[in-house]
């Protein structure tokens, strides 16, 4: 983080945010991508949200909660999950002092506002980090009693660079009721073009996605614009993985109920 912070006193161009990113505690290299922008931007406000956390073993808030001080809020569905998570940081030593606010509450957008009010996270905060497989655009759309610095979300790869779509909004939504693709859900989430469109109403620009083009980094605009401009959503769909998605997967929910936003 120092190395970077030098590098643009010295003003000297960062590595390709692509080329940043690392795992310690996320599923891919998000982790190493999300100290870039923070180091950049700033870690004033040490707090984050991660929704839909699983046992927040392996989230994208964990490496800033364990290994540099933050204090989160970690709320999932599944009551085992969050059993799991309490104990993983009710015990370790780096958190075993205050460990995050990790809560059981099956989330919906009428109730995403209180759930957040309700735990003590209000106003500026540092991280917020969606991955439902479900109703993600809807949840972060109705969000407005955090102002996160940094956003990740996951967004369906499988739907390419062009529509701008969602499913449609149910507090029971599960990507459960529909057929999966190798393990993955298909009829779940949204385009990464639907969540350009709302992260600009917001006041957010999309500067990244991490290593297999599935979740996606907006930053607050007025934090390191110069440094982390806007990039185009067309460049984030090489990944074979990504190709194989829209060649493979989405033909088997083409004819579903997506919602154009």
């Not at 960062?14 to 950049?40: H, M, N, R, V, Y």
């Not at 870690?43 to 984050?48: F, S």
């Not at 990790?102 to 209000?122: M, Q, Y």
């Not at 998605?245 to 033909?251: L, M, Q, T």
Request: charged content about 20%; some cysteine.
């Amino acid at each position: 983080m120092l190395t970077y912070r030098n590098m643009v006193m010295a003003g000297q161009p960062l590595p390709p945010l692509a080329d940043t990113g690392f795992k310690a505690f996320s599923q891919t290299d998000e982790d190493g991508i999300l100290l870039c922008l923070f180091s950049i931007i700033g870690m004033d406000n040490k707090t984050c949200v991660e929704i839909c956390a699983g046992d927040g073993i392996e989230c994208n808030t964990a490496n800033l909660i364990i290994n540099h001080g933050w204090h989160g809020l970690l709320a999932d569905g599944d009551n085992a999950r969050v059993a799991k998570g309490t104990e993983f940081y009710r015990t370790l030593p780096n958190t075993r002092v205050f460990p995050p606010r990790f809560v059981r509450s099956w989330v919906t957008r009428h109730g995403i506002n209180s759930l957040l009010r309700d735990h003590g996270f209000s106003g500026d905060i540092g991280l917020l980090s969606l991955d439902l497989d479900g109703v993600d655009y809807w949840i972060w759309d109705a969000i407005e009693v955090v102002t996160p610095r940094v956003v990740i979300v996951e967004y369906q790869d499988m739907l390419g660079p062009e529509r701008a779509c969602t499913v449609p909004y149910a507090d029971d939504f599960l990507c459960d009721s529909f057929p999966k693709t190798g393990g993955m859900p298909n009829f779940a989430g949204a385009s990464l073009g639907a969540f350009v469109k709302l992260a600009h109403r917001k006041g957010y620009r999309l500067v990244g996605v991490n290593r297999y083009g599935f979740n996606a980094f907006f930053v607050r605009n007025g934090l390191g614009d110069d440094v982390f401009p806007e990039i185009d959503p067309r460049t984030c769909f090489s990944h074979p993985k990504v190709v194989w998605g829209i060649r493979e997967r989405f033909p088997t929910t083409a004819s579903l109920p997506w919602v154009d936003v």
